[in-house]
C-alpha cells in the first residue's frame, strides 16, 4: 500500500512529498535510539513525537512515513524540514493503539 | 575510487535542534555516490548516534567520515568529559541523561549499542577530562 492511499482512510495529510512511496511494516516508538535500532526501511512510524529530531530519524532510518497519532500537530519549522527532506508525515486522530490496528487492517 | 574519499564535519554542541546534520549530508553524499543503500542505512544510522551523543553529552566535536572501496571508515573525536565506564555506557538501556534530553527523545541508552550493531568493527578511545573518540567500520560486503 502507498503511503497516499492511507489519505482517504481516516489519515490527514501534513506533508507528502514523496506519497507513491510503499509502506512494508509498522514501528511504534518514541524513544529515538529504539526507532533507529529497531524500526526496518519502509515501516510506517507511529509516534507522539513531534520535534525537528524526528525529521532526522526518519531521514536515516528510511521509514516509508511518520504517523503522529493522538491528533498530535506539527511544528511549522519542523513541517518545513520535513518537506526539505522529502518526509511524509500524516497524522491520525486516534490513540496510538487504535491507530496500530487501523494501519493493520488497512495493510493486510 | 581508487584514492579514498574523505568528508570532515563539525559538530556544533550547543545546538540541539541542527543536531543530525552531518549524518543527514552523508548519507545523501553516498548516496549520490551510489554506495549500496543497505550499507548506506547503517553507517549514517551508526554516525548519527555518535554525533547525537558528541552534542548531548560531550559538546560537540568532529567527524570524519572515510570511503574506500571495500569499507567505509566513521571517526568521532570530541574533547568532552570522557567515559568513566565504557563497558557500562555499552549496555542497552544504561544512560545519564537529563530530563531536558528525555523530553526530546533522547536518553532511552541505546545509542552505543546501536553504533555496536549498525558497525563491522567499533572501539572507544576515552580518558577522562580529555574527550573520547570512536572509531566505526562499515564493510561494503
Ligand atoms: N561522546 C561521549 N562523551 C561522554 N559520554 C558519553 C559519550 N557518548 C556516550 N556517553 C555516555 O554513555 C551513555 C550511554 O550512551 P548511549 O548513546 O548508549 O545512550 P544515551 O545517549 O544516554 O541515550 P540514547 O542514545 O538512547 O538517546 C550516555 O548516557 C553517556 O553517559
Ligand atoms: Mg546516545
Not at chain 2, 111 to 125: A, F, T, V
Request: hydrophobic fraction near 45%.
Amino acid at each position: 500500500m502507498k503511503v497516499s492511499d492511507l489519505l482517504n482512510n481516516g489519515f490527514l495529510e501534513i506533508t507528502l512529498p514523496d506519497g507513491d512511496r510503499e509502506i512494508d511494516g509498522v514501528y511504534i516508538g518514541d524513544l529515538l535510539s529504539w526507532v533507529m535500532g529497531r524500526a526496518s526501511q519502509d515501516n510506517a512510524w507511529i509516534t507522539i513525537m513531534s520535534n525537528i529530531n524526528v525529521i532526522a530519524v526518519a531521514t536515516l532510518a528510511d521509514t516509508a512515513c511518520v504517523i503522529l497519532a493522538e491528533d498530535v500537530d506539527l511544528p511549522e519549522d519542523v513541517k518545513a524540514q520535513a518537506e526539505i527532506k522529502d518526509i511524509n508525515v500524516l497524522k491520525s486522530p486516534l490513540p496510538i493503539y487504535e491507530t496500530a490496528v487501523r494501519l493493520h487492517e488497512l495493510l493486510s | 575510487m581508487s584514492e579514498p574519499l574523505v568528508f570532515h564535519y563539525e559538530v556544533d554542541g550547543s545546538d540541539f535542534t541542527s543536531a543530525g546534520t552531518a549524518s543527514v549530508a552523508v548519507k545523501k553524499s553516498l548516496r549520490q555516490l551510489g554506495l549500496p543503500s543497505e550499507v548506506i542505512r547503517k553507517l549514517s544510522i551508526a554516525m548519527y548516534e555518535g554525533e547525537i551523543n558528541m552534542v548531548i553529552h560531550a559538546n560537540g566535536g568532529t567527524a570524519d567520515v572515510i570511503v574506500t572501496e571495500d569499507h567505509v571508515d566513521i571517526v568521532l573525536k570530541d574533547n568532552g568529559p570522557g567515559i568513566p565506564d565504557v563497558e557500562k555506557a555499552m549496555q542497552e538501556g544504561y544512560s545519564t541523561a537529563t530530563a531536558e534530553i528525555h523530553s526530546l527523545g533522547f536518553g532511552a541508552g541505546m545509542g552505543l549499542p546501536n553504533m555496536k550493531r549498525y558497525s563491522d568493527e567499533m572501539s572507544i578511545e576515552t580518558e577522562l577530562g580529555v574527550g573520547t573518540t570512536i572509531r566505526m567500520r562499515i564493510n561494503m560486503a
